[in-house]
């Protein structure tokens, strides 16, 4: 049972959405200009002029569930914020609710020293600095995180750190000060998820290089700053390690479950808009005679997004009312789910909003072209499809392993045969 919206959230959702007919939709064009002519290795002074009007409005760190340090919503409440902030690229940032930070941010609340949290937190939550967050990379198929090769070698009062990372989202931004870097401490332990350990990399430390902003189906620093980083010989303080050695699995875990949730409910508002903007344009244009509205292949495929569109959001808030209640850990067949099947539907939307725009629909006149580029990063973002319906298949499998009697038994054996079919 998915919890009504509280009186809280029904007011913050007014104050989000009238911010952002008021401010986000108006600027988003500036947004995409500033992000081409100014390339992904620069901050965009539309960023610098809307945060503090967001700030200004209260509408600012909404997520961190349970913290006096964000707004204390459960992630069900945040869920329906979440939705609405999803609309626009531009706008997660804004409110400086955007990837990593917040997965990154709840590391540094949940895991982090007192000393982190002042040097590193206190600034995240302001808005002072970003982060970026180090874990995939070239050489081995990071889908499986235990393949990664990144050396964290202790070195007395020091780790020394060793490795080359891509898609390390936020790394190109001059504003990203902090990295959450995941590699092994201990390679050679029997247990494979123990092998690997989360620590806090500065990166202004000497022997950090962004090599180059990796383009996302052809964009650059929207919708995401991935960026190859190479570190040779970074040293840094033992001080740094999160939790302490061979824990950095669950730390991710704690990380990543979250973090899904946010990523899903963008996602349905980023497929409500696509909807909406399918509708006005099959209502605008004319083709063989009548609008493109009155075409059946149009209306079945908006009937077909309204219908994908809800499913998911009643998912992903199941999904996110069981993290409230249950936890993380149990809530684990509910998150596979979601992340399987929210960035799916998000594509399918935009594929049919792209067909209803036309040409003008594989451009960025409308935004559907990137809106599909985001969607498509999803499936494989925090672990591709596969691994989320592998991991599913396996915890419906262990429900059937172990019972007394087999669950299906041919009908004939039961019932007898009919001898009139003898």
Request: proline share 6%; charged share 25%; aromatic share 6%.
């Amino acid at each position: 049972m998915i919890p009504e919206k509280s009186a809280r959230v029904i007011d913050l959702s007014a104050r989000l959405t009238a911010f952002m007919d008021e401010h986000i939709y108006p600027n988003e064009a500036r947004y995409y200009r500033e992000a081409e002519e100014l390339g992904p290795f620069c901050t965009y002074p539309v960023m610098d002029e809307l945060k503090p009007k967001a700030r200004a409005a209260g509408l600012w760190n909404l997520f961190l569930p349970e913290s006096d340090r964000g707004a204390g919503l459960t992630n069900v409440e945040y869920g329906h914020l979440c939705e609405i902030m999803g609309r626009s690229l531009l706008a997660p940032e804004v409110f400086n609710c955007n990837a990593p930070d917040t997965g990154n941010m709840e590391v540094l609340e949940r895991y982090g020293t007192d000393e982190h949290k002042a040097r590193w937190l206190r600034p995240l939550l302001a808005g002072e600095i970003r982060s970026c967050f180090a874990m995939t990379e070239p050489d081995v198929a990071s889908s499986d995180a235990t393949n990664i090769e990144a050396e964290i070698r202790r070195d007395g009062d020091d780790y020394v750190i060793n490795a080359h990372k891509w898609y390390t989202t936020g790394a190109s931004n001059p504003a990203t000060k902090i990295c959450i870097f995941m590699g092994k401490t201990d390679p050679a332990n029997p247990d494979r998820h123990r092998q690997q350990s989360m620590i806090l990399v500065p990166m202004d430390t000497p022997g950090i290089t962004v090599t180059r902003s990796i383009p996302i189906f052809g964009y650059y620093g929207v919708p995401d700053r991935a960026s190859e980083v190479l570190f040779e010989n970074v040293r840094v303080p033992a001080s740094n390690m999160l939790l302490g050695e061979g824990r950095g699995f669950e730390i991710a875990q704690g990380r990543l479950g979250p973090g899904r949730i946010h990523h899903c409910m963008r996602s349905i508002g980023l497929a409500e808009r696509l909807l909406e903007g399918m509708c006005d344009r099959a209502l605008q244009r004319v083709a063989f005679g009548k609008k493109v509205a009155d075409q059946g292949v149009t209306r079945e495929r908006i009937a077909n997004a309204r219908i994908l569109i809800d499913q998911c959001r009643l998912l992903t808030l199941h999904a996110a009312h069981r993290m409230d209640t249950v936890g993380n850990k149990v809530a684990k067949a509910e998150i596979a789910m979601i992340k399987v099947a929210v960035p799916n539907m998000a594509c399918q939307v935009a594929d049919w909003a792209i067909q209803v725009f036309g040409g003008g629909g594989t451009g960025n006149d409308f935004g559907t072209a990137i809106a599909y580029a985001g969607a498509r990063v999803l499936r494989l973002a925090d672990g591709p499809d596969e691994v989320h319906r592998d991991q599913l298949a396996r915890m419906e499998l262990k429900k059937r392993q172990g019972r007394t009697h087999p669950g299906w038994t041919p009908l004939v054996t039961r019932l007898g045969r009919n001898p009139r079919l003898a």
